[in-house]
Structures are given as structure tokens and as C-alpha cells.
């Protein structure tokens, strides 16, 4: 039987012909093989809406890709306003960021209704559409008030807000009819479903069994699908580029501490400073010598809290470089620019250890691609916070709190001073975990479980 297409809606969309990156390439691929169309933004800026206008088509093979353009007010009030600065804060549990902007609310839901248009005049019978994150919670509501009648799946990609934070929200009473709208909701871990079962049961929807809800008279379900990486791309990138390290002219003996985030304020990058400052004043023996790598190309810069991290970064390494630096050594080297991706694999292989602490993270995927760059013979150390998503599954890492400084400092030192049978065992374990749910598996069990639906006007 014919499957019909897929249909991706995703904010950025990529122009190149063949992109790189776990996700992009996995859905690359999806659409690729069952033939489809991806829809996203352009990223270009027109000075007003009529402008703004219309799909265009910016590829037709292996499949076509169509982007529409946002204007400036759209730009500022859908992605900078609504998206980054209401939601994001408010999915992290960062309510004491969150900006209350009626206009831009408005903003945000006008953008899903005229993103809803364009597509509605794509889609086909048949067509499977599987919509990506927070940028489209209403996108499903709009699609069903224009009679799309398709199988629309939604996968968040960050985590859902805990229940108690959203009354923080003024539009939290759409949210059940946004939800409900769609067929299928993806989140990344079996926490965040709970939260999001609760919040929906508190809010008028009935759970009739296994995920399963319904509301009004639609039915729907929530589930868990933890997304992974390209495992053996990473391994291969990581093996070819191992002499990446040698850049970085360390001196012999001195262990490499490594971090790699987007420049978040989700990320816990003021944290993880201090606690290695902290680790480098109590460690036992002064005569080791550690350096924290971090890499932390900037995001969102127009938004004023991301502004204000930045800020509080440049401080703090300020501090403890300043208090402990000496002539030939640079505690904390920090860049605040992208890195090739290749350089990337390398400089994670040569990592004794590897820092990811965010405070709140969707699954984080710099912990897989550490685990997946180690060479398992001599592998580094995944020094890992309870608040990310991947926290769930790699549960052999060392788990740290990202709030207490000593308690990362401790780990630090840990894993330096780790043996080496117990790395490899760690090692071991991780890598069965990351190669278990890995990109491939993410994009094949989430589609077969969104095919499994039967179509809403079937019923
Ligand atoms: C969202 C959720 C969830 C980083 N710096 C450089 C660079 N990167 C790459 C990493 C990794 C990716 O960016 C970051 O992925 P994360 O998963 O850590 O975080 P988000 O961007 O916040 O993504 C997150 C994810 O969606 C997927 O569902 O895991 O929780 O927040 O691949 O390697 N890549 C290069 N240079 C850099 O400087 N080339």
C-alpha cells in the first residue's frame, strides 16, 4: 500500500544538498527514502508581511524543500518574542525569564495560522506530516480548523514545563486544544511525559490508557522517544580527526576538560565555571594541570537574557583565570565561536573528561557524541547532570547536581583520577546505551508509531 509522503515542518530547514548534523541528516534521509517535502523558514527577513508571502521552493530532488520568509515584526515577535523569550524560559523551568507580550503572542499564533495556509495547500491525502518543536505548538489546530484531516505528529525537542510553572503562561488554556490537535506527541524522556500527562489531566483532558488521551473528542497520544546520534559517523569523524587535539599545544601531562554548548542560559555555563574553580583550589596534587576547553558558539544575541549570560561568562573567566593562571597556563580557554565539526569529534576524543551540566536540557546530544568520540581502549570520563534528558539513559556516567559547584568539582577530580578499568567499563555501558536508541532508531520507531494512527477521518 502506498504510505503517501512525509511531510517535515521544522523553523530552520537546510538549503545545502547534502547538510550535515545528526538530526537534519536523519530526516535527510527519511524523506529520502519514502519520497516527501520539508518545510521551514528561509531565516531571510522581509520589511513587511505582504512580502512575506507565499512557499518557495528552494530544492525538488530527492525531495522537495519549500521555506517561507518571516517579516521583521514576525521575526521579532514569533521567534525572538513568543518562541524564545515566553516559551524557552518557561519549558527550562526559568519562569523569572519569561516575558509576558500580548502582542507577540498574538504574533506567534498569526505566524502558525499563515505557516498552517501554505501548507494545507501542499499536503495531499495520505501525505504524513511530523512537525518539530516549540516553534509550532498551534500548527496541528490550525491545520485541523483549515479540514486537514492528515496524521500530523509533533516531536518536542526540549523538555515539557513541569505542571506547577504553567500558570506562568497566559495562553496555558489553549495549550490542551494545541496538543490535542495533533496525533502523535514525541518527547524525549519518560519524565517528560509525566509532566505532560499531568498538566493535561489537571486541564480537562481524560487519560484512557498507555499515553493515550482524549479531549473534546479528539484522541491522541504522548510518549517518549529519546533521539540519539549518528553513532558510527562519530566514531569514524573522531578516529580521523584524533591529532584535532594537537592544536591546542597542551603541555605534556596536562588533562583536558571539555565543554560544548550552545551559549544558553539552559546550559549552566557560570556553574561549571566556578566548580571548576573550585576544583582547581582544592585539588590534592597542585602540580596536575587541567584545563577547561569550552566551546560555546553564541545563539540568540537580540534576545536581552542571552545578552546577560554572555556577560556573566566573560566575568567569571575573568575571575578564576585571573586568580589562577600562570605564565604558561590558561585554566579556562573559552571560545565563543563555532568550530568545524570534524576539529569537534577530535577535540572530544582527546577529552580526559567532558562536562555537560546543564540545568534543564530536552536530551542534550554533546554527552552521546563524547561517548561515541572515546576510544574505548583509553576513554574519557562523561561527567553528566540530573537535568538532562540523557540522563535516563547514561546513567553510567557520573552524575552530578549542576547547582552544587563542590559536587562537580568532586566529580572532576574523579574523573581525572579515575582507573583505568573503571573508564572502560563506564565506556562500555554508554556506548551500548547510545547505540541502542541511536538516530536511525529515533526516526524509524517515532514514523512506525505515527503510521500505526489511524487517520483522524477515518474514525
Ligand atoms: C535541542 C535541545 C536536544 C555545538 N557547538 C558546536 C557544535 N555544536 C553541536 C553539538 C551538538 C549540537 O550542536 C547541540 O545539540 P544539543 O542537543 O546539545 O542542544 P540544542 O542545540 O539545545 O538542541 C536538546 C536537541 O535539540 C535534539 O533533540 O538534545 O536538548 O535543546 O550536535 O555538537 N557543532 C559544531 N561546532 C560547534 O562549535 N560544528
Not at 152 to 170: E, K, Q, R, T, V
Not at 260 to 286: I, M
Request: charged residues 25%; hydrophobic residues 40%.
Amino acid at each position: 500500500m502506498d504510505q503517501g509522503r512525509l511531510i517535515v515542518v521544522s523553523n530552520r530547514i537546510p538549503t545545502e544538498a547534502a547538510p550535515s548534523g545528526g538530526l537534519v541528516v536523519a530526516l535527510h534521509d527519511a524523506l529520502k527514502e519514502r519520497g516527501g517535502v520539508w518545510i521551514g523558514n528561509s531565516g531571510k527577513r522581509v520589511a513587511t508581511q505582504e512580502e512575506a508571502q507565499g512557499l518557495t521552493r528552494i530544492a525538488q530532488e530527492p525531495y522537495e524543500r519549500y521555506c517561507f520568509d518571516l517579516s521583521e515584526e514576525e521575526h521579532q515577535g514569533f521567534y525572538l518574542g513568543y518562541a524564545n523569550a515566553t516559551l524557552w524560559p518557561l519549558f527550562h523551568h526559568r519562569t523569572d525569564l519569561l516575558a509576558v507580550d500580548p502582542d507577540e503572542a498574538r504574533i506567534y499564533r498569526e505566524v502558525n495560522d499563515r505557516v498552517a495556509g501554505l501548507i494545507a495547500e501542499v499536503v495531499r491525502p495520505g501525505d504524513v506530516l511530523w512537525v518539530h518543536d516549540y516553534h509550532f505548538l498551534p500548527l496541528a489546530e490550525a491545520l485541523r480548523r483549515r479540514g486537514v484531516t492528515n496524521r500530523i505528529g509533533f516531536f518536542l525537542h526540549i523538555p515539557f514545563p513541569n505542571p506547577s510553572d504553567m500558570p506562568a503562561l497566559s495562553e496555558r488554556k489553549l495549550m490542551p486544544g494545541w496538543l490535542s490537535s495533533f496525533d502523535l506527541i514525541g518527547l524525549q524522556t519518560r519524565r517528560d511525559v509525566s509532566n505532560a500527562l499531568d498538566f493535561l489531566r489537571d486541564n480537562g483532558a481524560e487519560l484512557l490508557l498507555r499515553g493515550k488521551m482524549k479531549f473534546d473528542s479528539r484522541t491522541f497520544e504522548i510518549a517518549s522517544f529519546p533521539i540519539g546520534i549518528d553513532v558510527d559517523a562519530f566514531v569514524e569523524a573522531a578516529e580521523t580527526h584524533a591529532d584535532s587535539g594537537e592544536h591546542l599545544r597542551l603541555s605534556p601531562g596536562e588533562r583536558l576538560v571539555l565543554g560544548v554548548d550552545r551559549l544558553d542560559y539552559s546550559k549552566g555555563l557560570p556553574q561549571r565555571f566556578a566548580a571548576f574553580g573550585e576544583y582547581l583550589s582544592h585539588r590534592p596534587d597542585p602540580q596536575i594541570r587541567a584545563t577547561l576547553l569550552q566551546i560555546a558558539p553564541p545563539s540568540r544575541e537580540d534576545v536581552e537574557a542571552y545578552r546577560d549570560i554572555r556577560q556573566e561568562l566573560e566575568t567569571i573567566t575573568g575571575r578564576v583565570n585571573g586568580e589562577m593562571a600562570e605564565l604558561d597556563w590558561t585554566p579556562i580557554r573559552y571560545i565563543r565561536r563555532n568550530i568545524e565539526r570534524e576539529i569537534l569529534a577530535g577535540l572530544y576524543r582527546r577529552a580526559d573528561a567532558c562536562l555537560v551540566t546543564p540545568l534543564a536540557d530536552g536530551m542534550n546530544l554533546v554527552a552521546k557524541e563524547f561517548v561515541a568520540a572515546q576510544d574505548g581502549a583509553d576513554p574519557g570520563v562523561l561527567i553528566l547532570s540530573h537535568f538532562a534528558g540523557a540522563a535516563e539513559q547514561l546513567d553510567a556516567a557520573l552524575m552530578v547536581n549542576p547547582y552544587d559547584p563542590g559536587e562537580t568539582a568532586r566529580a572532576i577530580d574523579q574523573a581525572l583520577s579515575m582507573p583505568l578499568h573503571e573508564r572502560q567499563s563506564r565506556h562500555l555501558s554508554l556506548m551500548q546505551a547510545i547505540r541502542e536508541t541511536d538516530i536511525a532508531w529515533w526516526t524509524r520507531t517515532y514514523l512506525a508509531a505515527l503510521q500505526a494512527k489511524t487517520e483522524p477521518s477515518n474514525d
